[in-house]
């Protein structure tokens, strides 16, 4: 709410210090989030699902995750739509071969419902964009990708959407920022977007354990998003923010001096920087 009410105050004119304070106060309430769950686990006071350490799936499925996550989004697309592409799933291991039989799933430690989060939200949105897409339409089926590498565990989600301009791929992980229309808060239906939230909250959840998320988009064709995980628990330690005086200089709100001539761009920065 009140990152909308400064969107409508300001427009697109935001101080990079309120995307930087965001991302670390998320960060902590994620972190203190996981640390409440787990105590409530593990003394009792809350059950303890098979297989789990506290909230943390010692042997998650990850195909698993991601075809529940698709068949959520398919739902709230076609409630809002009335109609709704295929989601397509392809799953490879270490080996480059293709997963088929259950017992060949790719399994990992790490917070279901982390992952959820993450993966519907890339979907959602791939979904949203072909189905607004009139070249793509609902008939154009959402790709995923779920691949385990040596070190990684990657899911690619790749749609025929239309794709993003390069000059608005930098605004995606702002706060303030969405595709979408503005949402109707006063509606009894849920917005499918519109609030700004989802693509970065969706990356701190990936970097929360040393991961990540990437967009690459081709404007006039489709967006490729990848999740980026850790494939061992050890390389996948917490990655919380410090406060210091490197975090401090952070919040100087200070006028901005353009370093860089963009040709006919009233812009302080070119598109890749």
Known sequence: MGILALKKENGDRFDPAINYFLDRFYTS???IRVLISNHLVLFG??????GHLGVIDTALDVHDIVDEAASTARYLCTHHYGDCPPVLI?????????VQAPGDSI??????????HMVFELIKNALRASVENPVAGPDTPVQILIVQGERDISIKVSDRGGGIPMRLLNHLFDYHYSTAPEPDINSRVPPLAGFGYGLPLSRLY?????????????????TDAVIYLQNFSEDAGEVLPLFNKTSQAKY???TMV???NVAGVNNTRPVWS
């Not at 006071?45 to 098979?50: G, I, T, V």
């Not at 392809?90 to 293709?98: C, L, V």
């Open 206 to 222: 990936a970097r929360y354990l040393n991961g990540n998320i990437r967009l690459m988009s081709m404007e006039g064709y489709g």
């Open 90 to 98: 392809s799953t490879f291991n270490q080996r480059g071969e293709t």
């Open 258 to 260: 353009q370093d860089w």
């Open 107 to 116: 399994n990992m430690v790490y917070i279901a419902s982390h992952l959820h």
């Open 29 to 31: 309430r994620i972190a």
């Open 252 to 254: 100087q709100i200070g």
């Open 45 to 50: 006071l809350e059950h303890e699902a098979p």
